[in-house]
């Protein structure tokens, strides 16, 4: 299948390349991937103008693990532009060039009516990306990723990872929606969803996410 990825370069997206190696490969961003595998077509330019970027190729899937933390976008606009703009941006274009399924990570918790400006910002990227369309959408809520995601790392989110197996033992599995995920795990299950045939929306959890 034809699919083209947004975010490929982060921690689920880099475990993901691996995964879908077989397909015919196209990665859009703003800066390229040197890691991208040696036959992907690479997009690079401003999420503005990716619709004309993406123009006179038809894609089946899109994918999109864009993403940022207000600690690394230093505002909230500059936050809601990559995870509110950058990601509809890619959504219409995708649709725009025949894509029938979308797939998407978005945050447990996430709630376009949120009181917290980060879920809320998700909240309404699913909100945008389920209006527009396709056939299929799949969305992806983890809860706190475990991985090796480099220096980027607050001192709390490093603390929660550590913590996480204690904090599971005493978290009843009602909640195992906010637990600790592995990144790899995340990443399988997007790889084993990848041109399912069903129609609609598709909410995935944790306990959704993890192997049988």
């Not at 899937?61 to 933390?69: H, K, P």
Request: proline residues 4%; charged residues 20%; aromatic residues 6%.
């Amino acid at each position: 299948m034809n699919i083209i990825i947004a975010g490929s370069s982060g921690l689920i997206g880099s475990l993901l390349l691996k995964r879908v190696m077989g397909h015919d490969l196209t990665l859009i961003g703003r800066r390229g991937n040197s890691a991208a595998p040696g036959d992907a077509r690479q997009i690079i330019g401003d999420h503005a103008d990716w619709s004309s970027l993406m123009a006179g190729i038809l894609y089946d899937i899109a994918i999109c693990m864009l993403g940022s933390t207000m600690a690394q976008a230093g505002s909230k606009a500059a936050f809601a532009a990559v995870d509110h703009g950058a990601v509809i941006a890619f959504a219409q274009a995708a649709y725009a060039a025949g894509a029938r399924q979308f797939m998407m990570v978005s945050s447990v918790g996430a709630n376009p009516k949120a009181g917290n400006f980060y879920l809320a910002t998700k909240g309404q990227s699913e909100a945008g990306v389920r209006a527009i369309g396709f056939e299929r959408v799949d969305i992806f809520r983890p809860g706190l990723l475990r991985g090796q995601r480099g220096n980027d790392r607050r001192l709390a989110e490093r603390l929660m990872i550590k913590l996480s197996p204690i904090t599971k033992v005493f978290t009843p599995p009602i909640f195992d929606r906010y637990r600790a995920i592995n990144a790899a795990d995340v990443a399988d299950a997007m790889a084993g969803l990848v041109g399912k045939p069903d129609h609609g929306v598709f909410v995935h959890h944790n306990r959704e996410m993890l192997p049988a």
